[in-house]
Structure formats: C-alpha cells, structure tokens
Nanobody, 113 residues
Framework: VQLVESGGGLVQPGGSLSISCTAF???????MGWYRQAPGKQRELVAG???????TYQDSVKGRFTISRDNAKNTVYLQMNNLKPEDSAVYYC?????????WGQGTLVTVSS
C-alpha cells in the first residue's frame, strides 16, 4: 500500500482546511489515523477512525477536527476547523494504532497570520 496526502496549505488562525489521504491499495479493513509532526517534535496521533467508523481524537483537537473515510475511494479525510498556530505541522496518514505502512510525503499545514 502507498499513501499520498494532499490538501495542505497556508491558512489564517481561525480558518479551516480539509486534507486527504489516498491509498493505492485497499485500506477498507484497516483502522486509519492522521498523525502530525511539527519541527523539533515527535510525530503524534491527531485522530483515528476504525473500520466501523468509530473515531478518537487528541484532546487538543477535539471539537475542531473531524476524521472520516470513504472506503470506495480508499481515502481518509481530516476536516480541520478553528485552526490554531500550534496546529502547524506536516500531516501524515497511516494505519492506527500501529503505523505499519511506509510513511508518505505528508502534507504541510501552516497556520499563520
């Protein structure tokens, strides 16, 4: 399976952005997660979604981010609202809770005025 993230960009604080992760290969039977890595920090889980569409979120993004999936398109989405400067990072998707697929290139999200 190969993962390709897209949709990142520059957004002002309080703004919204939707990012996508398309898998070349089926992820239908995998729980998937969005992870992020800010400069000088370790990669961390932001949100996860199970095969049955149950979701979990890091406390700092609860109520602001929404993870979803479209199995027919082998795609996982992350809708990010009310973005804060501390959300700036490279965002990646992978299996969750164990990210065992080779990491993609990620998509850069920068929140700045």
């Amino acid at each position: 399976v190969q993962l390709v993230e897209s949709g990142g960009g520059l957004v002002q604080p309080g703004g919204s952005l939707s990012i996508s992760c398309t898998a070349f290969g089926s992820i239908r039977w995998n729980a998937m997660g969005w992870y992020r890595q800010a400069p000088g920090k370790q990669r961390e889980l932001v949100a996860g979604i199970t095969v049955g569409d149950s979701t979990t979120y890091q406390d700092s993004v609860k109520g602001r981010f929404t993870i979803s999936r479209d199995n027919a398109k082998n795609t996982v989405y992350l809708q990010m609202n009310n973005l804060k400067p501390e959300d700036s990072a490279v965002y990646y998707c992978n299996r969750w809770p164990s990210p065992t697929i080779a990491w993609g290139q990620g998509t850069l999200v920068t929140v700045s005025s």
